[in-house]
């Protein structure tokens, strides 16, 4: 038996105070008709965010700061040409402005470049190549550069010590 409940018990409770009664006549009719609801609103339409005018525009200021070694900006103009956005699509240069995200030490980069390869975007998939970009995602301590190191080297070497290193990290 809980020996804090019979305590508890004893302390007296105020209950709470009644609200104020008012001297004027209560506003609300029992007579009244019902007011019908409104109708709700239909959904605005769902289209793109951005026009193609825009997505080149944010494309082009984005390729001037890549070009001065901004990584995110690479990951930004890659993914415009991956995804076809605003330019027409080109997974080639998509792959190279990963890559050079990579080089600037962004994992994004890395991990995105070896999903390519691994998926075979460019022909046959290379899944050692796709694995030593993903160990430079994870070498950068992004997880899913470990995770899609481990996954990818376990299906080509089973399980090592470097995959279940690679897990951990992840």
Do not use: H, W
Request: aromatic residues 6%.
């Amino acid at each position: 038996e809980n020996p804090i409940r019979p305590a508890l018990s004893k302390i007296p409770v105020k209950p709470p105070p009644a609200p104020p009664v008012s001297k004027k006549a209560n506003p609300v009719s029992t007579t009244a008709k019902p007011v019908p609801a409104k109708p709700i609103a239909a959904p605005a339409k769902k289209g793109p965010v951005f026009d193609d005018a825009a997505y080149a525009k944010a494309r082009v200021l984005a390729e001037e700061r890549c070009k001065k070694s901004d990584a995110q900006a690479c990951l930004g103009v890659a993914a415009f040409y991956q995804l076809g956005k605003g330019v027409a699509a080109d997974l080639k240069k998509a792959r190279s402005l990963y890559e050079k995200a990579c080089q600037l030490k962004a994992p994004r980069g890395c991990v995105s470049v070896a999903k390519m390869i691994q998926d075979g975007k460019f022909g046959t998939p290379d899944v050692p190549q796709a694995i030593a970009f993903y160990a430079k995602g994870c070498d950068l301590n992004f997880g899913l550069g470990c995770a899609g190191f481990a996954l990818a080297n376990q299906k080509k070497e089973g399980t090592t010590e470097k995959t279940r290193l690679a897990f951990e990290k992840a």
